[in-house]
């Protein structure tokens, strides 16, 4: 049978979700969703990637071209092995391709999700047309991906694109990943929930809705909270927003003098907040980047896959290597 | 005639150089230097740069598959424009392929230089054998170049990886593109010679050899002056280039998380301290960097081709291109 459709595989700390999809088309025939349940260790859950990917497959597995799969961490796309699995305990250099190919039968690749909700906005989403693109997912971190000369930008390991941690303070708050002064430590999710319950405590936003949105237990302060009394038009609010968004732009001044993108997207919950984050953004990026020809042709935008850029990247990425 | 050879074109503010290569060398067969005189305007260069091309070149050019040229500034490699000369008077979006093809009948290429010095030491000098090389050329400025995958990194309008602007400090000193707080700000010759003489003149470094080495004379500082009494231990002239090594790691840490390389290579008259400027550098990559992955096997190196690494490149570049 000659293969007819491609699997998506999006591993969460939470759901395994998985998609089908025809050649060269991001619209699913078909979607499961089963629970990670992570703590029950990596074989468990091997064992559920393989049901959910049963479920939405065909019968008969050899009209699969092939199973791309959406790793929430340091992954060695090369070699298909997952490094590190921040939210999956137990899961360190888990050769996970040469585990799920002998019991699926297909090739089996590997990916960072960051990396491939960056090949899902190219080929599908906001990036169509673009054959170098920069993408951001700002949400409780900052993970991206890049696509440069019409490939994925990987790196020796596979480690490439890992924008969130752009140095921006030396001496800055600690980083989701243990080091310090990274954008992720200053402008993600987490970062604006930290910044934002400290200054309250320290009396800050006296009248901020903030308060009220938490009916004043200042420890349920997140930063969806915060989102969502800056789109009220709270001042509090828009002005850790707009500190984040500044620091967006003074990473992106990097980050364009490194990739030279045509177009930059960002996904991930906070960026949901659109403009309030993403034009005081531009104003630093215009302000820190070398010249205007970076920035001039290279609009910020929204993502346009939303929480399926990582699977319909999944699905991207066996249309990339399995095609080959 | 079957082509049989490549030209190189190192086009600089003071010299054009010019050499000829065979398929796959990096050693020339023929090598001239003719002053740019670039005062008298473009035209006039365009003369020169002709000269020294014939002045290598076979009489009969169709033995020539083609020509490269290394621009020392912004250039677009696709449409062959120099987009800004900044050591060249009057060169402003010049379309320097279209008009030197005609009077050669051969085809010409154009790159910045820093990036086809970054090919030259990727395919023969200290990058041989690597797919993912990140370049640094240390000198009046910092620039730089970058493989990935195996291939040249240039972006949309091909003005990717200039390293040398990424930004380290909002509120730091003037760079040379205008903008500030770059590494090129703080780390690059030009800041090392301005960072020494403003503080001798504050009157630090009062028994430093950089003081006796310019006889008093302090307006006579240069990077130079204080690479040498760095290099001859003294205490003062060390502690800035330490401080400039410790900026350039601060900047690989980003640098590294963005392109994920396997070796670093450094180029440049600054980067001719070696260790003194690397061993901080590394100390503050292990600092900074988000995992052991990105630094243990990429070692930092010095640039293998030296000045020719520019001229190298360009014939390199043809040899990518011509052989396509």
Known sequence: ??????????????????????SN?????????????????????YRRIEEA??????????????????????????????????????????????????????????????NLAALGEWKFGAGRGHDDVLYLTI??????????????LLGARGLGAEV?????????????????????????GTAITRTAQMRL????????????????????????????????GDEFARGLITEAGELIGLALASLLHAYNPSIVIFGGGVSMLGDLLLEPARTKLRQYAMSDAYWVDCPLVLAALGDDAGLV???????EEAEL
Chains 1, 2 share one sequence.
């Open 53 to 114: 990917i049963r479920e939405v497959a065909p019968a008969d597995l050899s009209e699969v071209a092939g199973v791309g799969i959406a790793i929430p961490g340091p992954t060695d796309p090369f070699q298909g092995i997952v490094l590190k699995g921040p939210n999956l305990p137990g899961w360190i250099n888990i050769p996970l391709k040469e585990i799920m190919e002998p019991r699926l039968g297909r090739p089996v690749f590997l990916g960072n999700d960051a």
């Open 139 to 152: 949400s409780t971190g900052i993970g991206g991906g890049v696509i440069t000369g019409g490939r994925l």
């Open 201 to 232: 405590k320290a009396g800050q936003g006296a009248g901020s809705k903030v308060r009220d949105l938490v009916a004043g237990d200042l420890g349920q302060v997140t930063s969806a909270v915060v989102g969502q009394a800056a789109q009220a």
């Open 1 to 22: 049978m000659t293969p007819s459709c491609f699997i998506g595989v999006d591993l969460g700390g939470t759901n395994i979700r998985t998609a089908r999809f025809a």
């Open 313 to 319: 990247g999944a699905g991207a990425l066996v249309m």
């Open 25 to 45: 088309s991001h619209i699913p025939e078909a979607k499961a969703k089963h629970p990670t349940h992570a703590a029950e260790g990596p074989e468990a859950v």
């Open 164 to 188: 969130g941690h752009t140095l921006l303070d030396p001496k800055g708050p600690q980083c989701g990943c243990g080091q310090y002064g990274h954008l992720e430590a200053l402008a993600s």
